[in-house]
């Protein structure tokens, strides 16, 4: 157990230093990752003001723009760059291998040094968030109830489940199938619209909404925002809650399948 | 026309090349920085070089990494132009960059890559043909010409980065080739190669420049390459000329001792003490290495027999590497002349 | 000797053709990459008939009504396409080699070295959204209430021509800039936000936010115009208000295309005399 404290130790220590050499960089682009936020404003004003109530589906510009910039908080927990792509090339050029001879649960090891990694990020993001949001308060109705503020901070943890097991899973896809990179780019695209990360899927006629509350993509994006901004009952939030929890140990089974099914197909070929 | 053929194929009158560098930083916070005020470091590639080089010779340009030698031929090839000095190739000044002129020599590097990365090679060839304009016949000829000179007939459908490193080379070599240049620069083309296929190289490019009588301008690191290639060898270091002639002279320039191997009788007891001759090298008992002044050389050698009992003797110039590489470290120190 | 000028044509031809050859040794790339360009192009669609079904227009009285503004999409989708498919990777491969000093072979070459960099590839499989473009334009002018006079049609090409080569202009100097610049993905990343600003109609842009960007984003960095000129030249009553700004946008263009040939020379010249 120390041995496993101590690797965690290291892996968060050396991805603390990574960021600290870039440190004025990093706040700098994480700032200019909300240079969209000002075209949906503006979009979404004059859109607003086309019409003769100052609402859509009971969202106000006000929530609109809280609901984007809330959107940023839930990718930040839910996206993961280079996961998919970092396994897939492992197993392309045979890195892979190491991993399979050295005693250590590869799963395990990703998952410690993404956290590490968003660990260190959110430490660093506080400050570009903490002025952005500052920026626009006026946008927000302040902050909701403790019960609501819990429920929220579950629901990230969900949105970081899910993201993290379901591109991993995509990830030990390519043991069978290479290209699989090549197709991750239309999956991002997808989620980028079923997530809620395009627009609040408020706006989605009823019939196609409430189809959505049973894909896991709603959950790394919308389902967050809503919960922080209070578009659903209490009751409603918590079924989310369960629903969001079964997807992550959905893919946290079918992650565990397919590189278990994976090796073996691997060192069947004797690659 | 008639003055051209007087006039040297290249020519060069002090050319030189200072260029400044600054210290990088990464961030678009350094870059804004940056824009204000920076410190820069004066570097010296190229000072001051002259020389001369007929139609249809192969020089080679030798000396250290970060001589100066590809910064010359790349001032020779109008990519970069000069801080000082003036040189005209084939009658032209290459930093002017006409057109007439680019379309007559050809510039290979062995480090970097100028065919298209996915593709099978013949197709960067087309793309060199239309660039280059050359006719179609002349294309047909020069290219299946090339292609079995260098015997890469099978390869032209792979794609280039299938190709080893030695084949790779090879099609740089022909696509460089295809439209005929009279003048081409290499620029270490046998780097990283391995024994055969820098064979294979050197052999096509004797072959092809005899045949030709184009003029080449060579650098490598591998003595090698020079030996079997060039009559004429330039020797750079520092970004200064250090030496111009031929391969063989360069011992008797810089070379400026001999050695000498004594043979003693077997099963002597005492060496006699040889120091007060020259530099004892190395001693192998009953043999003794002693490096003499050239100038001494008879003078020592008489002394010798005539107080010791020889068996056999035997008196050599150093090797080439040797001298060369001792001329590259006193030109590393300008406090020192390396002719001296 | 020959003095005539060097057959760019065929050599832009078999640049295209090399260019496709490459892609079809990548063919489930070549698929991935067209699929998810028209995926991303279809999402847009829905998105914006989402907001119709709140709204009439975009904004108050601007006239960006349902299918004016979906014509205002496919102008958008047809240059960002052809900016794709032509300029983008290869200026993105100009700024690479600058940083690398990698420019040595391009500088050897007997043809303009502009040229040759603006054509070193062509990304055949970003020309899908063309198509698509075309194909939304065809549908929304069909369904629209007003058909635009023949003249429009005529002028709409040659507003696109502008549009890109404003686009180009400003690209072409962003890479040339790297060479006065360090190597940082901020300003990259900048870059590619601001030109998303070029995606939505000019009348979204006031207000004490709003303007400014407008401002800015017409003049000094004239990005607004790309798509918004030619757009209003084909889904709008060709009257004498669109005149000033559709002179304006090929006045830009010119002076675009003619300071960024400057800029690009002048960066070369200092390439050449920086480097060793």
Not at chain 1, 142 to 167: D, Q, R, T
Not at chain 2, 191 to 210: P, S, T
Not at chain 3, 66 to 92: A, D, E, H, W, Y
Request: charged share 15%.
């Amino acid at each position: 157990m120390t041995g496993r404290l101590t690797l965690w130790w290291m892996i968060f220590r050396i991805s603390l230093s990574e960021r600290l050499v870039y440190r004025g960089d990093f706040i700098l682009s994480t700032l200019i990752r909300f240079m969209p936020i000002i075209t949906q404003v503006l979009l979404w004003t004059a859109v607003i003001g086309a019409g003769e109530s100052d609402n859509i589906k009971g969202m106000d510009i006000g929530d609109i723009v809280a609901y984007y910039l809330l959107v940023t908080v839930a990718r930040a927990f839910s996206s993961m760059p280079g996961l998919t792509h970092g396994i897939a090339g492992e197993i392309r050029d045979g890195q892979i291998k190491k991993y399979l001879i050295q005693p250590i649960d590869l799963i395990g090891f990703l998952l410690a040094k993404r956290i590490a990694h968003k660990l260190v990020y959110y430490m660093m993001a506080t400050i570009p968030f903490g002025i952005v949001f500052f920026l626009f308060r006026d946008y927000f109705d302040g902050w909701p109830p403790m019960h609501v503020m819990l429920a929220y901070i579950a629901s990230l943890g969900l949105a970081f489940c899910i993201g993290f097991f379901l591109e991993a899973t995509f990830g030990f896809i390519a043991f069978w199938w290479l290209e699989v990179t090549s197709l991750m780019f239309m999956y991002m695209l997808m989620n980028f619209f079923f997530s809620g990360h395009m627009f609040p899927l408020d706006f989605l006629p009823d019939w196609l909404r409430n189809g959505f509350d049973c894909l896991p993509f709603q959950y790394m994006a919308y389902f967050p925002c809503a919960v922080f901004l209070e578009r659903m009952t209490w009751e409603q939030t918590i079924n989310g809650l369960w629903i969001g929890f079964a997807w992550a140990v959905f893919f946290f089974i079918t992650t565990q399948l397919s590189f278990r099914f994976g090796v073996r197909r691997y060192s069947g070929f004797g690659g | 026309m008639d003055c051209l053929k007087t006039m040297p194929t290249i020519e060069v009158n002090n050319l030189t090349k200072t260029y400044r560098v600054y210290q990088k930083k990464e961030g678009l916070m350094q870059a804004i920085r940056g824009l204000g005020k920076r410190e820069y470091k004066q570097v010296q590639a190229v000072r001051g070089i002259n020389m001369q080089v007929e139609q249809g010779e192969f020089v080679a340009f030798l000396g250290p990494n970060g001589a100066g030698k590809t910064t010359t031929l790349k001032l020779l090839s109008g990519v970069i132009t000069p801080t000082d000095g003036t040189a005209t190739v084939l009658g032209h000044v290459p930093w002017q960059r006409e057109d007439n002129y680019r379309r007559r020599f050809a510039l290979v590097m062995g480090q970097k890559n100028q065919l298209w990365w996915d593709l099978p090679a013949q197709e960067s060839f087309r793309l060199h043909q239309k660039i280059y304009r050359v006719p179609e016949e002349q294309f047909d000829a020069t290219h299946d010409e090339l292609v079995d000179l260098l015997g890469v007939r099978k390869l032209l459908g792979q794609p280039v980065r299938e190709l080893s490193l030695g084949e790779r080379m090879k099609m740089e070599l022909i696509a460089a080739l295809l439209h005929s240049p009279d003048v081409l620069f290499l620029d270490e083309p046998t780097i990283g190669l391995d024994v055969v296929a820098q064979h294979n190289i050197q052999k096509f490019l004797k072959h092809y420049q005899q045949e030709r009588k184009i003029t080449i301008l060579l650098t490598s690191h591998y003595m090698k390459d020079i030996t079997a290639l060039c009559q004429r060898v330039v020797i750079i270091a520092n970004g200064q000329m250090h030496y111009d002639g031929s391969l063989s002279g360069i011992i008797d320039e810089f070379g400026g001792h001999k050695n000498l191997t004594l043979q003693f009788p077997e099963g002597i007891e005492n060496l006699p003490d040889l120091a007060m001759y020259g530099k004892v090298l190395e001693v192998q008992t009953p043999r003794v290495k002693l490096q003499v002044q050239r100038s001494e050389v008879g003078q020592v050698l008489a002394s010798i027999l005539s107080v010791h009992p020889v068996d056999d003797i035997s008196v050599e110039d150093p090797p080439l590497e040797e001298v060369i590489a001792n001329v590259f470290s006193t030109a590393t120190d300008p406090g020192e002349d390396a002719s001296a | 000797m020959s003095t005539s000028k060097a057959p760019y044509m065929s050599i832009l031809a078999t640049v295209a053709r090399n260019s496709l050859i490459r892609e079809m040794t990548f063919r489930v790339n070549f698929i991935a990459h067209s699929l998810s360009v028209m995926c991303w192009t279809s999402l847009q669609i829905i998105f914006y008939n989402l907001i119709f079904q709140f709204r009439d227009s975009i904004g108050k009285d601007t006239g960006w009504t349902k299918f004016p503004f979906f014509v205002f999409l496919g102008t958008v989708m047809i240059i960002n396409s052809l900016m794709q498919t032509f300029f983008i990777p290869n200026m993105r491969e100009f700024s690479e080699m600058i940083r690398q000093g990698n420019l040595d072979f391009v500088l050897l070459k007997p043809i303009d070295t502009q040229f040759l960099v603006t054509f070193t590839r062509i990304d055949w499989s970003s020309l899908a959204n063309l198509i698509l473009g075309i194909c939304v334009i065809a549908y929304s002018l069909w369904q629209m209430a007003f058909t635009p006079q023949i003249v429009q049609f005529m002028l709409f090409p040659l507003y696109v021509i502008a549009g890109v080569s404003i686009y180009y202009s400003c690209m072409l100097m962003m890479s040339c800039v790297s060479i006065w610049m360090t190597r940082n993905q901020s300003l990259d990343q900048l870059w590619f936000y601001v030109t998303t600003f070029s995606r939505y109609p000019l009348e979204i842009y006031k207000g004490s936010l709003g303007l400014p960007i407008r401002w800015i984003f017409t003049t000094a960095i004239p990005i607004l115009l790309v798509a918004n000129v030619p757009a209003r030249v084909l889904a709008k009553p060709l009257t004498a208000d669109q005149f000033p700004l559709a002179i304006y946008s090929l006045v830009i263009a010119c002076i675009g295309l003619y300071v960024s040939r400057k800029l690009f020379l002048a960066s070369l010249n200092r390439y050449r005399s920086a480097s060793s």
